[in-house]
């Protein structure tokens, strides 16, 4: 018999290889316990309190206190404890003796604990094995000035041919800038909808910043440039160009905060965890005969966001890995524009409507590739509910996508534009005006008000802003009467009243007088816009009404 209750204690061994001499001592004693009547019922000690308690016999000179640790009590395991079952050393029906056996096996284990080294807390996680991929930097420094080190080029201060210390120096100096506008802010909140008029303060400081502009050299001395030169040949792509004397000091001190600002942002997300350092992300694409650097993560399949380059089609835009599958597809490729009807034309320019349940595929190919240069957009599959409007540039070899904009079939809130975009090798050339005004031009034809759909990119929100002045600007010049509406004007354009009165605001057109609000008709911004137009000309980044083939949809 006893050797066979040996073998089934075998399982049973420590750690170390030794057999379990105290459970099964325990086990015989409670036996005994058990089957005498009168002596009551106790439960025996885990095998881990019983080496504890052995263990502090051992080391009684171990007098410091616990207290001084911070960091959270361990197991016997040496890992933070999963649950509190296994903090407890006796069951609530223990004798007295045990519990304090209990409380003294818990007291050394805790002086035990009180000699290993404190945990160091701190905010910030850093990889140092990570570093800046700048040349001849040792990671230190940021250029926001407020982290210790940095392992992308955005938050690299060599890269943008500062150091360390003059980061921090600048930090300060934002610092101070931004609790004093605060201040103002403050002063100012209470009768901000009253004064529709700029205050003294302002109309000061808008002075000293159009007289710090007026004084920016107009153009760069044969120094500068053979200094801008050598820069740009001794260190090429890694390091940012020398920005001196190209702007005025204040342009340039509003583009480093803009800066350190984006990448303050992208280094709190890095800190969060929503990206780390060498995370999938699609650095370029090459896209017909440009090669386009992105702006954002946009969620591609990991197999092909890893590969950091990608290689899209111009016409079907479907993406691939190299420029060899490229090739191969476009030799076999038979799109050359977008598919669904074309419903406006006008030379080189065409605009091509796509249903989101039709062309399942292009819209999302469309979408993902939005999403390269978009912040904001959400929707990248679910596009059935959506039409898109594509507009192309044709040439021989067919039409090349320019930017689009999407649209809901059926908007409750009269949504004339979901999402918008124009490609960046066709930025800054009047498409996204176009595209603007031809969102517009659809709602006049279904006889309704539009407004985009919030939040808008940056430079949608330029691009909108520049949109509605002008357009309000063009009505007051045609207009003849003596009494305006915003309700006519808004029936007329097609613009919701709410981003008319907006504008006006923004362009000091709107004032509270004897209980009522008035349109002022200012005529120095006319005859600036209406300049503007004289010396654009006659050109063909603009929408003609008599182009557009086009229908309102009836149903889904």
């Not at 106790?42 to 000179?61: G, I, K, M, N, Y």
């Not at 997300?269 to 650097?293: A, P, V, W």
């Not at 092909?304 to 490229?326: D, H, N, P, W």
């Not at 309704?448 to 949608?460: A, F, M, T, Y």
């Amino acid at each position: 018999m006893p050797r066979r209750r040996q073998q089934r204690q075998m399982p049973g061994s420590g750690s170390d290889g030794t057999e379990d001499s105290d459970s099964s001592a325990e086990r015989e004693q409670t036996n005994s316990s058990e089957s005498d009547g009168n002596i009551p019922k106790r439960q025996r000690l885990t095998r881990a309190s019983t080496r504890l308690s052995q263990s502090s016999q051992d080391t009684p000179e171990i007098k410091r206190a616990a207290d001084h640790d911070e960091s959270p009590p361990l197991t016997p395991t040496g890992n933070a404890p999963s649950s509190e079952s296994e903090l407890d050393i006796s069951s609530p029906n223990a004798s007295h003796d045990e519990s304090q056996a209990k409380d003294q096996a818990t007291g050394d284990l805790e002086k035990d604990l009180s000699h290993r080294p404190k945990r160091r807390r701190c905010h910030e996680t850093y990889n140092f094995n990570m570093k800046c991929p700048t040349p001849g930097c040792n990671s230190l420094g940021h250029i926001t000035g407020k982290h210790e080190r940095h392992f992308a080029v955005s938050g690299c201060p060599l890269y943008h041919n500062l150091s360390a210390d003059e980061c921090k120096v600048k930090a300060i100096s934002r610092d101070k800038q931004e609790e004093e506008l605060k201040v103002q802010e403050d002063s100012n909140s209470r009768h901000a909808t009253r004064h529709q008029t700029p205050t003294s303060k302002q109309s000061k400081y808008k002075e000293q910043v159009a007289e710090m502009r007026k004084g920016r050299n107009s153009g760069l001395q044969k120094e500068q440039k053979e200094k801008h030169m050598e820069h740009r040949q001794t260190y090429g792509n890694t390091r940012e160009p020398l920005l001196d004397n190209i702007t005025s000091d204040y342009d340039l001190e509003l583009f480093r905060k803009a800066q350190a600002r984006a990448s303050e942002d992208l280094e709190k997300l890095r800190i969060q965890g929503q990206i780390t350092e060498g995370s999938n992300m699609i650095k370029t694409i090459l896209f017909g005969r440009y090669e386009l650097d992105t702006w954002y993560h946009s969620p591609y399949p990991e197999e092909y966001a890893r590969l950091g380059r990608l290689y899209v089609c111009e016409f079907c835009l479907k993406y691939m890995k190299s420029q060899t599958i490229l090739r191969r597809h476009m030799a076999k490729c038979v799109w050359k524009h977008p598919p669904g009807d074309e419903v406006y034309r006008k030379g080189a320019i065409s605009v091509f409507e796509v249903d989101g349940k039709k062309n399942k595929i292009y819209c999302q190919n469309l979408c993902l590739l939005a999403k390269l240069f978009l912040d904001h957009k959400t929707l990248y599959y679910d596009v059935e509910p959506f039409l898109f409007y594509v507009m192309t540039e044709a040439d021989n070899t067919g039409c090349h996508l320019v930017g689009y904009f999407s649209k809901e079939k059926n908007s409750f809130l009269n949504y004339n534009v979901s999402c918008i975009l124009t490609m960046p090798q066709y930025m800054r050339q009047g498409f996204g005006k176009m595209l603007i005004d031809f969102s517009y031009l659809l709602s006049k034809v279904e006889e309704k008000v539009g407004s985009p759909e919030r939040p808008l990119s940056d430079l949608g929100l330029i691009s909108y802003r520049s949109y509605w002045k002008e357009v309000l600007l063009r009505y007051m010049y045609n207009f003849q009467g003596k009494e305006i509406s915003i309700k006519e004007i808004s029936q007329e354009t097609a613009v919701n009243p709410v981003d008319i009165v907006s504008t006006l605001q923004s362009l000091q057109m709107l004032k509270y007088w004897k209980g009522k609000h008035l349109v002022l008709k200012r005529q120095d911004l006319i005859d600036e816009w209406k300049a503007k137009e004289i010396k654009r000309g006659n050109s063909n980044k603009t929408i003609d009404p008599t182009s557009l083939k086009w229908t309102p949809p009836k149903g889904t």
